[in-house]
């Protein structure tokens, strides 16, 4: 399938290319084959503008039930651990009862232009295999990282051998790994799950300093130093935020606003390698575009922003391209890269050799 674009923006390496009057080659298998300006004469397709899809790197999909709780309640108490109303729920309901709340977020990331999705499955073990079916059921590459289902309360000494346990299965299964606070663990908790989830090639995730709390209690150096994690979420209060080169960072901008008040811009500026994701569905819908439109309005770096939000060439799968609405865009190139941030809406998406649009 040969696809004439008028204007094409995509990310390669990092860098942010424009190209116009550009095609796009898929083939049969869905992988994209060329890129760049148009040469052939027969198209399958034409678009105006073509941008990739989003990375939603952190997303909770299970709670929708509970946005009640979340606009009422301190946050602490409808997230933490182990009494949050989140986890009291979750713990007990049937897995069929809160797939509605799956379905919902899935659908929202497929309408407004998300590729991939990093989504948090609490409770990993009891959940996943019914949300896999729901996970297989749209065009979205989904990554799972999965909680294990035993926390402790503060500051903690021992080690729960179930709790290893479990990790190790969650880790067996080729599944990722998530902790919802490295104060939650005691040390040779967070050294034994390091252990089982790197030898496997496998990544951990956790939230850090997203409150001042948890950053004066030392949350970032357990992260960095004994659970060694890939991915950090929030980092609101980190200061010093040269500490987290090399690892990836990822930002829930509403979120932040909504719950602590504030976002760590300095983040972009650092070469710090940085993603942005949407957190729990019951707070706000799932859908990319408002975050770009926070950031671009915070006056962050537009190419910082388009590196945050979109998948690069070299880390698609399959082709993961949207079409966006560009009516009344400025065409000037730095303009342009603004405009779609401001203004942008998805009209359709090509996945694979799949196209489909929504107006
Ligand atoms: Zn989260």
């Not at 390496?13 to 300006?37: P, S």
């Not at 040469?39 to 997303?59: D, E, G, M």
């Not at 990282?145 to 190790?168: A, D, K, M, N, Q």
Request: hydrophobic share 40%; glycine share 6%.
């Amino acid at each position: 399938m040969i696809i004439r674009v008028e204007r094409l923006a995509y990310i390669e390496d990092g860098e942010i290319r424009i190209v116009d009057n550009a095609q796009i080659e898929i083939d049969e298998r869905g992988h994209l084959t060329g890129v760049g300006r148009a040469t052939s004469l027969k198209y399958s397709k034409r678009f105006r503008v073509v941008i990739p899809q989003f990375v939603n790197a952190h997303i909770h999909v299970l709670d929708l039930d509970l946005r009640e709780y979340f606009r009422k309640m301190y946050i602490d108490d409808v997230v933490g651990v182990p009494y949050g109303v989140k986890y009291l729920y979750l713990r007990e309901v049937e897995p069929g009862k809160v797939m509605k709340s799956a379905r919902y977020a899935l659908d929202i990331m497929y309408r407004t232009g998300t590729g991939e999705a990093w989504i948090v499955v609490e409770y990993g073990p009891k959940f996943i295999r019914c949300l896999s079916e729901i996970f297989d059921s749209y065009p979205i590459h989904v990554v799972p990282f999965l909680e294990p289902s035993i926390h402790h309360l503060g500051p903690w000494e021992e080690t729960s051998e179930e709790l290893i346990r479990e990790v190790y299965e969650i880790a067996s299964s080729g599944y990722n790994v998530e902790l919802i606070s490295p104060l939650n663990y005691s040390i040779d908790e967070l050294k034994k799950i390091e252990d089982i989830v790197h030898s496997r090639n496998l990544e951990i995730m956790t939230h850090v300093s997203e409150t001042s709390d948890t950053y004066l209690d030392g949350d970032l150096a357990l992260a960095l130093n004994i659970l060694k994690a890939d991915v950090l979420v929030h980092c609101t209060h980190v200061e010093d935020v040269q500490v987290l080169r090399g690892k990836c960072v990822v930002v829930t901008p509403r979120s932040n606003l909504m719950l602590v008040g504030k976002i760590n811009t300095r983040l972009f500026e650092n070469g710090i390698k940085i993603r942005v994701g949407t957190d729990n569905v019951g707070l706000v819908d799932p859908d990319m575009w408002s975050e770009a439109r926070i950031l671009a309005r915070l006056g962050i770096d537009v190419q910082a922003i388009w590196r945050a939000l979109f998948l690069d060439l070299y880390e698609m799968d399959v082709a993961r391209l949207q079409i966006v609405c560009g009516a009344g865009f400025r065409w000037k190139e730095r303009k342009f890269l603004r405009e779609v941030l401001w203004r942008g809406r998805t009209l359709g998406r090509i996945d694979g050799s799949r196209v489909c649009m929504f107006h």
